[in-house]
Nanobody, 123 residues
Framework: VQVQASGGGLVRDGGSLRLSCAAA????????MGWFRQAPGKEREFVAT????????YYTDSVKGRFTISRDNAKNTVYLQMNSLKAEDTAVYYC?????????????????WGQGTLVTVSS
């Protein structure tokens, strides 16, 4: 599975962005997907994950109630809707695919990574 994130940009504090992750491969619909982010000088951290059907999602505490992960298996695409953005959300955002159908917050469980997309939130 090959994945590629897009949709990043510059947004003001309190604004919104929607990231997309396009996947290539016929088996996309059976894989759980996740979003991670890496801020300058920090480790890459988990943001959100979704299982193969979209019925199960998990979020890191700092984005709960503000971010929503979703997927469209017919379009081989996963989305991350980000609302009420804060300066601390500034990071390069990466999407990734696991090798299983189960949503997971563990970075090591993700086998396929794409290039990131930069999100900058100005205060």
């Amino acid at each position: 599975v090959q994945v590629q994130a897009s949709g990043g940009g510059l947004v003001r504090d309190g604004g919104s962005l929607r990231l997309s992750c396009a996947a290539a491969g016929r088996t996309f619909s059976v894989y759980a997907m996740g979003w991670f982010r890496q801020a300058p000088g920090k480790e890459r951290e988990f943001v959100a994950t979704i299982n193969w059907s979209g019925g199960t999602t998990y979020y890191t505490d700092s984005v709960k109630g503000r971010f929503t992960i979703s997927r469209d298996n017919a379009k081989n695409t996963v989305y991350l809707q980000m609302n009420s953005l804060k300066a601390e959300d500034t990071a390069v955002y990466y999407c990734a695919a696991t090798g299983s159908s189960y949503a997971t917050t563990v970075r090591a469980n993700y086998d396929y990574w794409g290039q990131g997309t930069l999100v900058t939130v100005s205060s």
